[in-house]
């Protein structure tokens, strides 16, 4: 039996990564079907500046929020919440079923959970002295009132 080459590199775009990463799709949708990734990014400006973003994607039927930012000195004014609210109104039009994000903010967390996600997962000191947190949330399904 012939000996293995491990190859170690430090560049993301190179044949091998790229290799690598055409291998796993592969193998995904073989096992999982097609991802059907949609990036979403969703900005909030003022006068032309951007003062709050939401950047994410929907893949495999849910949305994974990778980024949401609001200006400290815009951040008491409920964009953060407006951001999640169109991100989610966005993945359900996708036909999403649930929503899911991580962070290593505590204080994210309590945002989080204060807009229906729930934790369900952590990594301990990750970042060391900290923690990575994972959230969750499946929208209630809306009830339209018939009348009899």
Request: neutral net charge.
């Given at each position: ?65 990778t980024h949401l ?71 209630v399904p ?7």
């Open positions: 039996m012939s000996e293995f080459q491990i190859d170690i590199q430090e560049a993301e775009n190179t044949p091998l990564a790229l290799e690598i990463h055409r291998l796993l799709v592969e193998n995904n949708i073989e096992q999982f079907g097609p991802a059907n990734r949609q990036p979403l990014v969703i900005g909030i400006r003022q006068e032309g500046q951007l003062v709050g973003g939401l950047r994410g994607c929907t893949h495999w039927g849910w949305l994974y929020i930012w609001v200006a400290p000195d815009f951040r008491r004014l409920k964009l953060g919440k407006l951001l999640l609210e169109k991100a989610e109104q966005e993945a359900i039009k996708r036909g999403c079923p649930g929503f899911y994000v991580d962070t290593f903010s505590p204080a994210a967390v309590h945002f989080y959970q204060s807009a229906g996600y729930e934790l369900f997962g952590t990594i301990p000191d990750f970042p060391s002295g900290h923690q990575r947190f994972f959230l969750m949330k499946k929208p809306s009830v339209e009132m018939r009348s009899f």
